[in-house]
């Protein structure tokens, strides 16, 4: 399996990870190397402030796009180099996506709203 | 010539009303109305409704008399200037009637609300434990961390008295506010203004916006649910899950994560929004009413110790597991 490593940081271009529109490029590249079967370790270190708003955009929609274990199989999210409240936070995201999307659900709404 | 025609008793009277008043008299109007502004403006319920109705109830030019105020929350400096701001853009002008020798004069004109709300006596130096009053516009990320870093952590200046946590949740804090406001209320702007005391470690700060309220918003787009009050629905907007968004898409997690942070560090937050008023305290202890006045906007004040140091560790990896 092919394996690429991305920072944050360097996506986003900024200290700050605080809009759904920097997160928004994230998920891009995440979700895109998911469906090419691509493993991606993502880091967040680097980064001073990290929001809900840009952790739904960038972790919590990948829940849309793919199930628990095809994300766990393509994905890694490196705790490396941060605080435990961030890591809370990415973890409070990731379980509030969880709980609310599911591909199948959302695939669902998105055809009953077309 | 008559005893009050007299030079040197109309200069006299000249220098004792700049004294006192300001010389922001001197453009008073007789086509502007007055109101005076009570003794004490605070943050309690029955505070901000009297207030809120006094604003209400302008709809002519007016001159609003500071002078008589001997107590103000330097939080509040926001739900006056989003009002005022409101009326300003309907077309109704202000002057300020102040007493410069009051200390409440002296904190609003240091702290730079009557120079950027009413463009009176600008005055840049910082006085005290006041945090400079400012309008920013929320989808500036760069101007906001400018005025958190340079404005709001510099008047703490004592580094003791600022831990990484404290700014870590501070900056997290104002940019999810930040974040609610560009997406929920529609509003191009913030409100932002604080106070620091350093005795106790406490920072109060303040963020509001004059856009979509917080009741108008969740009632409008939750067709699930209907609540008997405006205090109702701010209190679900805090709850863990609960999000206006479309059900594919992640949120509902921004209030809450603020309200955490805050309980668990000894603080209190209040969120004031059209008609509801609701606070919760770190103790638990919960206040919602329902406003007589409508606010035209939202405010959410807090207070947060300066001090916490509870979520310093950094992880390496394997430490902690983030799994899908």
Redesign the interface.
């Known amino acids: 399996m092919e394996n690429k490593n991305i920072k944050a940081r360097n996506i986003i271009q900024?200290k700050?990870g605080?809009?759904?529109d920097q997160g928004q490029k994230i998920f891009k590249i995440l979700a895109s190397n998911v469906s090419k079967k691509i493993h991606t370790t993502i880091y967040f270190d680097d980064i001073?402030?990290?929001?809900?708003?840009f952790l739904?955009?960038a972790?919590?929609?990948?829940?849309?796009t793919a199930g628990?274990d095809t994300?766990?199989q393509y994905?890694t999210?490196?705790?490396?180099?941060?605080?435990?409240?961030?890591?809370?936070?990415?973890?409070?995201?990731?379980e509030?996506?969880?709980?609310?999307?599911t591909k199948e659900?959302?695939d669902k709404?998105?055809f009953d709203?077309d | 010539m008559s005893k009050i025609g007299h030079p040197f008793v109309l200069n006299y009277a000249i220098i004792y009303l700049i004294t006192n008043y300001g010389s922001d008299f001197l453009n008073a109007d007789r086509e502007y109305n007055e109101i005076v502004l009570p003794k004490n403006i605070n943050t309690d319920i029955t505070s901000i409704d009297y207030i809120q109705g006094i604003f209400n109830n302008i709809k002519e030019n007016t001159i609003l008399d500071f002078s008589k105020i001997k107590f103000i929350d330097g939080e509040l400096t926001p739900f006056l200037g989003i009002n005022i701001r409101n009326l300003q853009n309907l077309g109704i002008n202000f002057k300020i009637r102040k007493n410069e020798q009051s200390d409440v004069s002296h904190f609003l004109t240091k702290n730079g609300f009557f120079y950027k709300i009413l463009k009176s006596s600008k005055v840049w130096d910082y006085f005290n434990n006041a945090i400079q009053y400012n309008e920013i516009n929320c989808r500036n990320?760069n101007e906001i961390?400018d005025y958190i870093s340079n404005v709001v952590f510099e008047q703490i200046k004592d580094k003791s008295n600022k831990s990484n946590?404290f700014m870590?949740?501070f900056?997290?804090a104002i940019?999810?506010l930040?974040?609610n406001v560009?997406?929920h209320s529609e509003s191009n702007y913030i409100t932002m203004c604080g106070q620091f005391y350093p005795k106790k470690k406490l920072l109060t700060f303040s963020l509001g916006d004059n856009g979509i309220t917080i009741p108008r918003v969740v009632m409008t787009k939750i067709n699930d649910f209907s609540f008997d009050s405006d205090s109702d629905a701010i209190q679900w907007s805090t709850l863990?899950?609960n999000t206006t968004k479309?059900?594919?898409?992640?949120?509902?997690?921004?209030l809450y994560?603020i309200l955490k942070?805050i309980m668990e560090n000894n603080g209190s937050i209040t969120i004031v929004s059209n008609n509801g008023y609701w606070k919760r305290e770190s103790s638990g202890e919960e206040i919602k009413h329902e406003m007589k006045n409508s606010f035209p906007g939202t405010l959410v004040i807090f207070q947060m110790d300066t001090s916490i140091t509870n979520?310093?560790?950094?992880?390496?990896?394997?430490?902690?597991?983030?799994?899908?």
């Open positions: 900024s700050l605080v809009s759904s001073d402030v990290l929001t809900t708003a739904n955009t972790i919590g929609n990948l829940y849309a628990n994300l766990n994905i999210i490196s705790p490396m180099g941060i605080s435990k409240s961030k890591l809370d936070k990415i973890k409070l995201v990731m509030n996506s969880r709980n609310r999307l659900e959302t709404e998105i709203n | 990320q961390n946590d870590s949740g900056s997290n940019f999810e930040a974040d560009k997406t863990k899950g479309k059900k594919y898409k992640a949120g509902g997690l921004g994560v942070s979520n310093i560790n950094v992880f390496d990896d394997g430490e902690y597991e983030l799994k899908f």
